[in-house]
């Protein structure tokens, strides 16, 4: 069973930093696309950030150069470290491992002041 649990979120006032966590059990996140995608109240679901098994990433162009996506295989954990945060990233932000099917997280809540 692929279970993905976040965490690391929170209130942080605009140009701070946060480290969000996704740690994976059930299979093996080094071998899984990983991605990280947000939902603002009001608005859809959109994506971040992406990871693959060989280490290539890709980030919506809101984020590029702020924020950073990483694994760390022995503890088979995805991160998104962001940085230089606005308004505009306070969302709900989930994590996600595909093969065969997608498998989300709960969610952990970003809130930025202004």
């Known amino acids: 069973q692929v279970q993905l649990v976040e965490s690391g979120g929170g209130l942080v006032q605009a140009g701070g930093s946060l480290n969000l966590s996704c740690a994976v059990s059930?299979?093996?996140?080094?071998?899984?696309?990983a991605d990280w995608y947000r939902q603002a109240p009001g608005k859809q679901r959109e994506f971040v950030a992406t990871?693959?098994?060989?280490?290539?990433?890709d980030y919506a162009h809101s984020v590029e150069g702020r924020f950073t996506i990483s694994r760390d295989n022995a503890k088979n954990t995805v991160f998104l470290q962001m940085n230089d945060l606005k308004s505009e990233d306070t969302a709900i932000y989930y994590c996600?491992?595909?093969?065969?099917?997608?498998?989300w997280g709960q969610g952990t809540q970003v809130t930025v002041s202004s």
């Open positions: 996600s491992i595909t093969f065969e099917h997608t498998y």
């Open positions: 059930g299979t093996i996140v080094s071998n899984r696309v």
């Open positions: 990871l693959t098994p060989t280490g290539i990433t």
